[in-house]
């Protein structure tokens, strides 16, 4: 679309995600007009820590908005605003930062986990949160601090999601969404508002955090400063925004039942709307709030498999392993493994780099490949690492679909990074054994975001939008004979982990002198 045939108003969508930042300028339509992203690195200070300096996320924030923009930005209407769920970033008194921001894959609360747990019970955990406590997560992180660091604790003023601080940096205001409060396990998910109980058992005042409001709701308008940043007006409205997940359930049109999104990013997530806050008493899965109020055209809440280690195990097998850089290098990598058949030739990759959630909560899993032979080659490697990330969602989606207590889903939409690659999507074809179709925008926590904002602004009704701005490429389907190995590479999947635990914690807390 030129830009002499854009019309106005337009809409800004943002996702502050865990690798990079991802911006689309879309018309009220949906129509993608300009897209930018720009990229920021994981800090691990001592093994098993993960953090981010928040202001690198600002500086590729601007990069990317002012890329997304560029012909375009006096004709935006307004800015929606998405971000990685759970992680914590810490202000003083005077909104200063308080060191980098700690993020969800981060597994040093291991302890406090356990102390929360204790603490609340774990049947009034799940019932007022809906989901298992994680490491990584807001309320675990916030308990450590308070243990592990009372003199920096003490020194908290506000506790804000990523996204939260991005809006506060960009207008000003101080607020979140019932979908990133959720994420921090201190929310009660049927009342959608910060839970007593919750605050009490880790610490924490009401005081500390910002005020749940509708993620479709004005929160403020570009300060001048920051519009100056951005190459945008001032005062341009910047409504509340939602969580990555949430946002990207509206960007894939995923708002009733009987759809299945997975989610193919750094880590994976397999999600499915809910119209009630159903949770899953075993805590293997996460019931989160949407996006969406209750009763405003679609589903208040969703059930969410999260894996942790799904593009960040080939990300890892790309830059610490194999070396290979470029803007190609992943297509050369998929490239590579389209050159051996299913099941690498006898190697399985279990990715537990960082742990893994559902369905294991496990923090001290590790990754392992399993039938390392000398013939084994690169191709070989790569291979195994999307067919094991590819398990370890499979393994999520099996649990999902017996809480869900549904019917099985007829095709699986993809979303993410990931899902660029027809190799990966044939892999996950063939071990879902059901059609796959991708979403053709990957960006859809950016296009979720912008629904929001458009919705904010006046301009449309979200719940509507989201259902004809989906775009899908066409169906693909499962091949019967791969389907079948696949499934006798499951079952192998499945019993590696229980048959390695007690290995693989012995060797993890070893690994404080890596």
Known sequence: MSAASVVAPLLLGIDLGTSSVKVLCVTCAGEVVGSGSAEYPVRAPQPGFAEQEAGLWWAAVQRAVRTASTGHADAIAAVGLSGQMHGAVLLDGTGALLGNAIIWPDQRSANQVRELTARVGAARLIETTGSPVAT?????????????????????????????????????????????????????????????????????????????RPSTEIAGELLPAAAEALGLRAHTPVVVGSADTACGMLGAGTVESDTLLVNLSTGGQLVRPAAQPAVDTRGRLHTFCSALAPGSGGAGWYQMGATLNVGMALRWLRTQVLGWTGDDAYARMTARAAEVPPGAGGLLFLPYLVGERTPLLDPAARAAFLGL?????????????????????????????????????????????????????????????VEVRRLLVTEQSALGAALLAGHGAGLLDVAQAARTWARLDAPLPPDPVRQARYTELFALYTRAYPANREIMHALGALQNGI
């Open 136 to 212: 990584g997560f807001q309320a675990a992180t916030l308990l450590w601090l308070r243990t592990q660091r009372p003199e920096l604790f003490a020194r908290i003023a506000t506790v804000l999601a990523p996204k939260d601080w991005l809006r506060l940096h960009m207008t000003g205001a101080l607020a979140t969404d019932a979908g990133d409060g959720s994420g921090t396990l201190m929310l009660d998910v049927q009342a959608r508002d910060w839970s007593p109980a919750l605050l009490e058992a880790v610490g924490v005042a009401r005081s500390q955090l910002p005020a749940v």
């Open 373 to 433: 032979a000398a013939a084994h080659s690169q191709a070989h490697l790569v291979r195994a690492v999307l067919e094991g990330a590819t398990f370890a969602c499979y393994d999520a989606y099996r649990v999902l679909m017996e809480v869900g207590a549904g019917a099985l889903p007829q095709q699986v939409l993809l979303a993410g990074g990931g899902a660029r690659s027809l190799v990966w999507r044939q892999i996950v074809a063939d071990v879902f054994g």
